[in-house]
């Protein structure tokens, strides 16, 4: 209790403190925990997604697309065949790059998520800047996909602050953080898909928020067999809106 005064009190003095998102991985079904990360009482004051509900056996499957490897189209095939929702956090870099895979995804009934324009550390720009970099990525998005609201945040580079989450609550935005990840990001160490596939898998827990990158090979031919031994396991995968009430849309611009 005392370690959560502390912390509150220094965000409330600080709030320009910069945080990169940290947490103790589940094993053996464990639940992960971020209450030794120094930074659980700002996520919770801001009502960012750590976890879902942990008393159930889902899983939320989320991506991060800040630029295309050529495996979007996989992930994709499979996710269809599958019948399995994600979302998907884009760029600027790739909306601009890759406009008929955005449209895949929202037509193919998967969110598109911010994940802002330039993929900026939002802790070192102003309010001002925040809110440009989030509606030039919604606003192209529902130029491309005709989506008119935008939900979903995730913080460039996992970097926040009480400040950054407030202003991009203040827009709307549920940020949305993870509970499952593993360093699948450079390109140039992928492993395959057994390496892939272990660590999502050992990882597995009730309420699990999955953060993949979808530069990564492993994870392309990993997915299929994921989903299969998680379903197998008894999770069931939903969608991040079945997760957070309704809340009123973000008006484009």
């Known amino acids: 209790m005392l370690l959560v005064t502390i912390v509150t009190a220094h965000a409330a003095a600080h709030p320009d403190t910069a945080y990169h998102f940290g947490f103790k991985k589940s094993r053996d079904g464990q639940l992960p925990s971020i209450d030794q990360e120094g930074f659980k009482s700002v996520v919770e004051k801001h009502g960012a997604i750590f976890l879902g509900d942990t008393t159930k056996k889902e899983l939320f499957l989320t991506f991060d697309n800040g630029y295309e490897n050529g495996y979007t189209g996989q992930i994709l095939d499979t996710l269809k065949a599958k019948k399995v929702p994600a979302i998907f956090f884009v760029t600027g870099h790739y909306v601009k790059d890759q406009p008929e895979l955005v449209k895949r995804m929202a037509d193919e009934g998967h969110l598109i998520g911010n994940h802002s324009w330039s993929h900026p550390d939002m802790t070192t720009i102003p309010n001002a800047r925040i809110r440009e970099e989030l509606e030039n990525v919604q606003t192209e998005v529902a130029r491309i996909t005709g989506q008119k609201e935008m939900r ?60 993949l990158h979808a530069v990564s090979r492993d994870n392309a031919e990993a997915l299929g067999a994921i989903i299969d031994e998680a379903r197998k396991q008894g999770y069931e995968f939903k969608s991040l809106d079945q997760l957070v009430p309704q809340q009123p849309p973000t008006p484009v611009p």
């Open 152 to 211: 979903f945040l995730r913080p460039p580079r996992g970097i926040f602050s009480d400040r950054s989450l407030a202003a991009c609550k203040e827009l709307g935005y549920t940020s949305v953080f993870w509970s499952i990840a593993y360093k699948d990001w450079d390109t140039k160490v992928q492993r395959g898909w057994r390496y892939a596939y272990d660590n999502v898998i050992s990882q597995l827990h009730p309420g699990a928020v999955i953060l």
